[in-house]
């Protein structure tokens, strides 16, 4: 009896002992033999299969990124609860496989692989009475493109060839070879250049002497797919530059010869331009003394104060007049600009554009700080069109908006819609009369706070704008402040306007000096 009772407790003390070792043994965790590759840009699933007769509802998985200084909590899920939890950095890149998880499938997918993804990531499973952990490494590549080897350029005798090819990672090892696969003796040079989607863009030079292997690889292989990308030429030896003693004298002269043919011509031209500039200029002036002789003849029965008020307007006019030429890099890309940059058109007419969205701008080379200044814009019989003036301010809103349209605020212009004609100030509408505004005078006056448009045709006020010129900012007062110290500029502007089709350009008119008026003599 006694035998039978120390038996028995030997079996229970046995039973006990190998209890634990049984929980620990129903769970295990298959550790994948080699590392998991994934490459750039597309997705990858990181294995942890868990080997269990059940899997507990109650388990809670943990997936991390080990690194040395940290470790990053990828993603984690909690089965009892249905949480899931994700690091910033992988927001809406994880993803676990639910209904797979009943069969221990505790693998993660990992989407849109980058560059940074590379690493140590351990898969953590954590029950009541039971956790196991294994440790999975990711490789991150890409497959790479295919390489070309193109003629780059002649180095003394030989000839200079270039490698290139794009998509690479990590960074591959380039390899130039002979006709029978062996290393060539001549030394290459290779860069390889990062790109913002962290894959690298190769090239690899190497100057080929003549009489040496005419055949020329360029292998370039990713070392962890163990794969290449492999180009071959032939080259014949016609490609080789002469050994004539004569040929470099020949190029010398060659190049000399075009060099001074281009000099005189261009010479040529530019004097040509500008004997025909001072033609048209002179042809101009006599034009313009012309019209305003006719005009008084036409008005000699004119009360003279008139006649005394057109001669103060024009010597003021005259007095303030200044050269206005256009800005090429402040204008909006589907303006086209004159030679001489006094002309402006929009060309072609772009149908995507709305006529309502705005104004297409160009903006004077010219700025001014302090004082009067006078230009004529000659704008025809263009249904469409606005001009004025602009601060530095509104300026360089106007340039970094690659002058698509007007600011807010910081102008003053005269504007044409559909025939009629308005002004900047709450868009008023400034009444027709019968004489067309062929050509715009506009008088820019900083000492008493006021833009003016004339009608230069006819040397008659269309509208005046008061302006107080302070930091950009227009305020409405009838003169400019006595206590004014700002110097900020202030440019001309035109826009032709999104006219539908009609590409009739604005023009700057070239400068004038009226004759002075003499006073009228009473016919005999």
């Known amino acids: 009896m006694d035998s039978l009772f120390q038996w028995m407790t030997a079996i229970h003390i046995l039973t006990f002992l190998q209890t634990p070792y049984l929980i620990r043994g129903e769970y295990k965790i298959i550790h994948p033999e080699l590392p998991v590759i994934g490459f750039l840009g597309e997705d990858v699933t990181l294995p942890c299969q868990v080997i269990a007769t059940s899997i507990p509802g109650d388990i809670t998985l943990h997936w991390s990124l080990v690194q040395p200084q940290e470790s990053i909590a990828v993603s984690s899920y909690n089965r009892g609860n249905k949480e899931e939890k994700q690091d910033e950095r992988y927001w809406g890149r994880t993803e676990f496989f639910h209904h797979e998880m009943n069969t221990g499938n505790m693998s993660l997918k990992l989407k849109n692989v980058q560059a940074s993804d590379a690493g140590n990531y351990m898969c953590r499973v954590v029950s009541e009475n039971w956790y196991d952990e294994v440790v999975i490494e990711l490789h991150v590549t890409a497959r790479g493109g295919e390489s070309s080897i193109y003629l780059d350029n ?196 772009s149908p995507a554009l709305d006529a309502a969205s705005g104004a297409l701008l160009v903006v004077g080379k010219e700025g001014f700080a302090a004082g009067r200044q006078y230009w004529e814009v000659e704008v025809g019989e263009k249904l469409e069109w606005e001009l004025g003036v602009l601060s530095q301010s509104a300026r360089d809103r106007v340039k970094s908006e690659k002058a698509e349209k007007l600011p807010e605020e910081g102008y003053w212009s005269l504007k044409r819609s559909q025939g009629d004609f308005f002004s900047s100030i709450k868009n008023y509408k400034i009444e027709k009369t019968d004489n067309p505004y062929k050509v715009i005078g506009v008088f820019l006056d900083q000492e008493e706070g006021r833009i003016s448009f004339y009608d230069a045709g006819h040397m008659s006020l269309i509208t005046t704008f008061p302006a107080f010129y302070d930091a950009g900012h227009m305020s409405l007062i009838t003169t400019f402040p006595a206590e004014f110290t700002n110097h900020i500029l202030y440019y001309p502007f035109l826009s032709p306007r999104n006219n539908t089709g009609e590409q009739k350009p604005l023009a700057i008119h070239p400068i004038r000096v009226p004759v002075p008026l003499k006073p009228l003599r009473k016919e005999k």
């Open 154 to 349: 002649y180095a003394a005798q030989g000839i200079g060839l270039t490698c290139k090819s794009e998509g690479w990672f990590p960074e591959p090892q380039v390899l130039w070879l002979d006709s029978k696969g062996q290393n060539r003796t001549e030394k290459p040079t290779t860069i390889n250049t990062k790109t913002p989607a962290g894959t690298y863009i190769i090239e690899s030079s190497i100057n080929i002497e003549p009489e040496s292997d005419n055949e020329i690889s360029c292998k370039i292989i990713n070392n962890m797919l163990k794969t290449a990308s492999e180009s071959r030429v032939l080259i014949s030896d016609v490609f080789f530059p002469a050994t004539s003693p004569w040929m470099a004298a020949f190029l010398v002269i060659l190049f000399l010869s075009i060099v001074l043919i281009a000099a005189v011509g261009y010479k040529l031209k530019k004097n040509n331009d500008t004997t025909s500039r001072s033609v048209t200029e002179k042809k101009t002036m006599e034009e313009e003394k012309e019209r305003l002789l006719s005009t008084l003849e036409a008005n000699k029965s004119t009360d003279q104060a008139a006649i005394q008020d057109i001669q103060e307007n024009i010597d003021r006019l005259s007095e303030e007049l200044v050269p206005i030429t256009l800005d090429p890099y402040c204008k909006h890309p589907e303006l086209k600009l004159s030679e001489d940059q006094k002309r402006v058109w929009q060309e072609p007419a």
